[in-house]
């Protein structure tokens, strides 16, 4: 029973966290829909695995490592930034050459892993998911109790799977009922990923 509590805890905590369109999410929708369900796997793989390590050095952090994020104006200028770009890129980029995609089709599972780890926001939202689950609940989750952790940890990379599972799930359906809106799909995503940069860069230039 204690070992169904911590994987159902771990399994939920990361397809919560995992639930908000982000980064991975959006690129395994981008993927689907240009490149097929067969090249969003590794991605999701690759996010899965990335998940349990930040979670890990959540696990070893406190909220220092919180208030470094809130209180770095340069980091969030450069998360800011970067959306802009791949909001512009989604925007404008025309479909790569057979040629091109031969040479990328080995970099998804690094793309993946990429996302999954540098993302400050669900770094943030794990140390207080293990703050939650230490104060609220009897989950305590710490090195010391190996087996425990290692089902936590193990629920965590399954939650990560399904929730991103799920979106490749819904892009397919998209896909199969709307082939033709793929392309406006695509750019409905890279204006509103735009749209939040932008966002995110006019408040912290009001704000400076």
């Known amino acids: 029973m204690e070992l169904?509590?911590?994987a159902f805890s771990g399994f939920a905590a990361s397809?919560?966290?995992a639930l908000p369109p982000g980064a991975v999410n959006l690129s395994v929708v981008y993927t689907t829909l240009n490149k097929g369900a067969r090249k969003a796997l590794p991605i999701i793989l690759a996010a899965a695995i990335g998940e349990i390590l930040l979670s890990f050095f959540a696990l070893h952090c406190t909220m220092f490592v919180e208030d470094y994020i809130q209180n770095n104006i340069f980091i969030q200028y450069v998360i800011a930034i970067l959306l802009i770009f791949v909001g512009v890129l989604m925007l404008w980029k025309?479909?790569?050459k057979q040629e091109v995609e031969k040479k990328k089709k080995n970099n998804a599972f690094i793309k993946g892993l990429l996302l999954s780890v540098i993302n400050p926001p669900v770094l943030v939202f794990w140390l207080l998911a293990f703050a939650?689950?230490?104060s609220n609940t009897?989950?305590?989750v710490r090195i010391g109790l190996l087996q425990l952790t290692l089902i936590f940890f193990a629920g965590v990379f399954l939650g990560k799977i399904f929730t991103?599972?799920?979106?490749l799930q819904l892009s397919k359906k998209i896909e199969k009922k709307a082939?033709?809106?793929t392309k406006i799909i695509n750019k409905v995503i890279g204006a509103i990923v735009l749209v939040l940069g932008s966002i995110q860069l006019i408040?912290?230039?009001l704000g400076a």
């Open 4 to 6: 169904a509590l911590y």
């Open 132 to 134: 939650y689950l230490a």
């Open 138 to 140: 009897s989950v305590m």
């Open 15 to 17: 397809a919560l966290g």
């Open 164 to 167: 991103l599972w799920a979106y």
């Open 203 to 205: 408040r912290l230039i």
């Open 179 to 181: 082939k033709h809106l």
């Open 94 to 96: 025309k479909k790569p």
